[in-house]
């Protein structure tokens, strides 16, 4: 295992130190946890609390952390927590291990082309035509599809598919099982079906034709810009006619699907189990908490955030920070919670209410 | 790339043409993206508005367009616009580029019967017993288990598994990393346990005993009829003592879970990341949009419709369109939003009312 | 096909029999589709009544079931029923048929500890440093990553992927394509973000600065107790300084996601498409149904159980039963259901009531 200087950090990461900082450490660590070989990671009074139960020497404190008090030795002061966390998680992560060059136990098809430095894992299988970028890292068990284009120095972690014709840009970082270029889920019946007529009618369909589905194939793919991380198991289907396109920047957590023709802007971020319908436009930085469902064919406008649950029914006006089922602006949802729960007692109110008015009605 | 003329098209599809259909395109276009070469998809005056942006000679259009004010050489008439999609996005569709033949770094049982023309793609590993029908295209990376079997002309795309003692009919589908054949989930306490408690009394469990949960095993397995369809990273999960049914022309979409027992109908349309619990029972023509949840053991009657993120928990009559958590008839349902949305007014309009007569009650 | 006499059934699970108890069967069956060679599954009174379209000569009933006038021959008394079927069902499972020993397309790092009796399917492969204990079974298309540590006795399906420095305890199992060891999901922005400002606000963010997301790495990994159960496409996070932690005894779905840091007591049953939000810490004996959310960064205490679709927004005491979204106690939000389904008449009746004071003060 590597160690570092706290000197070494510091200057990587843009910090000031205070005290030795020539003093070495060989991880990061929780502060009731660090061994006197570990960097606490004490950026809060609140966290800086549980450094008695360690046994920490190092820890990356707040700027004007009364740092000899807590009984270190050295710190490195972090003025924005989160971006500390950045520089130092990248520049300590081990990684995965995956080896340089090619496994001879992969499937590559004659017509792929590689560029320099690429490495293939075990038994992953690249079809003809593929076109993987400089630097590229494809992880065991992968399947990069026919004439699909990745770019440079990509992180495929292991067992991740890539259909055929899906673009992708640079920097692409994909989990475990993650899923670009599925066909869309797009069906039609002969004739107009329940389902559609429940779009204008709102009633129901028990006199609805019973009817088989017909296939609507997928023409388009996936196109994807620089920067973009997909998560473990995550799915994104081909669009119908064009590609389905996921800009630049773009993250997307585990489980997060996201249908045929979806188009999103730059830096957006879909947590766990987001589900978008086929044909969405979403704008740029957009963030959709976990387990956010959003309706077909509407539009999400710029910088629209979600909590987690939410059910996206109607088109967002940029800005909109919304919350429920269906989605309202969070304001408003806060109070309808707080007035459903009093809702019990209201009833009761309005009975008593009834009474009353019956009661002075009558005794006019 | 292969082309068609406007004419080849329409006969394929049973369409009438105007204009020059003589007249060759290479694929099919949105119209405001489309080039000389293209066939713009312009079936509706809404869509037809983009053609002048786009360069297309060529287009499908509704019936009575006047196409040559929209600047068009040759049109096909579409009557229905989504089954006349049906068709040309089946016949243009390039696919995966998956290879006939069977892949020689396959792993394939000598016991395993293979129909005739089945492909096998690369690292695909076929159990002892398993059968494939003829016809059949199994991609690179998929597995197919021990007396496993799969009728003719199925085509599974990468990394899909398939459990031991499987059934499935023809003309399947299988997006990436689709799971037919998991084990159910279904444990068991020695004791009553705090959840089967709740179910009763709905009260807090503080007082409920601590126990470890032991497994009951799936001695079923999964039973799909003919011309269904499963998503991306789809679970469905084997019965307890007999199989799990899914019936012919049924269409789940990616990250759909179908729980251990479920039995459905013909030709149900399942939207992404629906969740149906162990043991539901589930009529025929059924759609659940998106992120809809099935509660276990209930039934679901032919034709129901789930609008998105409906959360079904008791039985639902045949042809009743749900929405809502808990579901209830969407009707119901949107006057219930409408309401919500008032509470914080009504609550400061039920104050008022209550000083007011609690005034009229002083002054008499 | 084993079989096995009643007899031999009753004394492996600790039961009485009744009735010719040297009598074979072969599988368990429902009592409507047993043949004369199945044990027919008649626990109670309701299941027994299908027994008459059936062929079953022997079932497992209740303690004092009338055996004999419901047409059986030998009976094998079964007290608690679901904890019967665990112990029958564990005896008859005839499992996946993975073959023992190493397959030779399995690829294995010459660095990794494979203990006595391990077996590795086609297509496994085993990274550098990986252990793994005596008597698991690595199944089809698995991946083991660097240094990672399986217990003994561990049933891993096929296309399980573990990733690196992940440690497991004895008697994990896991369904196909679970994926455990994922990077959490994790950014920051240089400046504070709209979505954090959400937290404090609440208000619309239309004004918020966009800006790119920047990645924190997870120096930790995934910590498994013993005993415990991944579904199908389930994913569990990295942590980002410590490991995730999942207790012993714990049982997890089909599409579960565990985020980051999540730290679980022991023998938690998470059901379908569950999702927990990184940094949440739960307790021992958590029941939660298909499709609950938690929120990030809270607390679930012991015993805590959730229905299905609860979206889990703040603090959870010990032994609360929780429903809806947001989650309230069930009795609670039982009853704000009832209310909400008579808002819109209670819209009318308030209309009325404010007329009705209305003229009651006019005519004072």
């Known amino acids: 295992m590597s160690s570092y200087t706290i000197e070494e950090i510091a200057q990587a990461l843009g910090f000031e130190t205070r005290g030795d900082a020539s003093l070495r450490v060989t991880r990061a660590a929780e502060p009731g946890a660090a061994g006197p ?16 139960q360690g046994k920490a ?20 002061l972090a003025p924005r927590p989160r971006m500390a966390m950045s520089g130092l998680t990248r520049m300590m992560d ?34 003809a035509g593929a076109k993987i970028g400089a630097g590229s890292l494809i992880g065991p068990h992968c399947y990069i599809g026919w004439d699909a284009e990745i770019g440079e120095n990509a992180f495929l972690r292991e067992m991740v598919s890539i259909g055929a014709r899906v673009k992708i840009g640079d920097r692409f970082m994909a989990q475990p099982g993650a899923r670009i270029g599925n066909d869309g889920f797009s069906y039609v019946t002969p004739e107009v079906s329940g389902a559609e ?4 009618t709102m009633g129901d369909q028990a006199g609805a034709k019973a009817q088989a589905w017909v296939r609507i194939h997928s023409l388009g793919a996936v196109r994807i810009g620089d920067d973009v991380e997909i998560g473990a198991n995550a799915t994104v289907d081909n669009g119908t006619i064009r590609d389905t396109q996921i800009g630049d920047g773009c993250k997307l957590d585990n489980l997060v699907h996201v249908g045929h023709n979806v188009r999103t802007g730059h830096d957006c971020l879909f947590a766990g189990q987001t589900g978008i319908s086929g044909s969405v436009e979403i704008g740029n930085n957009v963030v959709l908490g976990g387990q956010t469902g959003v309706v077909d064919n509407i539009f999400i406008g710029d910088g629209v955030i979600a909590a987690g649950g939410t059910k996206i029914l109607s088109n967002a006006p940029a800005g909109r920070v919304l ?20 809702l019990p007692r209201l009833l009761k109110d309005i009975a008593a209410l009834k009474k009353a008015v019956s009661k002075l009605g009558s005794t006019e």
């Not at 070989?37 to 008695?52: F, N, Q, V």
């Not at 090619?102 to 038994?123: C, N």
């Not at 007529?197 to 204008?200: A, I, L, P, Q, T």
Request: aromatic fraction near 6%; charge should be negative; charged fraction near 20%.
């Open 323 to 342: 919350m429920g089922y269906p989605g309202v602006k969070m304001e408003t949802q806060t109070e309808i919670y707080k007035a459903q729960r009093r």
């Open 37 to 52: 070989d570990d960097l606490a990671l004490a950026m809060s009074p609140r966290y800086a609390e549980a450094l008695g």
């Open 197 to 200: 007529n429940v779009r204008k």
């Open 94 to 127: 081990r990684g995965q291990g995956f080896a340089a060059g090619i496994h001879p136990s992969a499937v590559i098809d004659p017509t792929a082309e590689l560029g320099e430095g690429v490495a293939v894992g075990p038994l992953a299988v690249i079809a």
């Open 57 to 76: 020497r190092a820890a990356m404190v707040w700027p004007d952390a009364d740092w000899q008090a807590l009984g270190l030795s050295a710190v490195i």
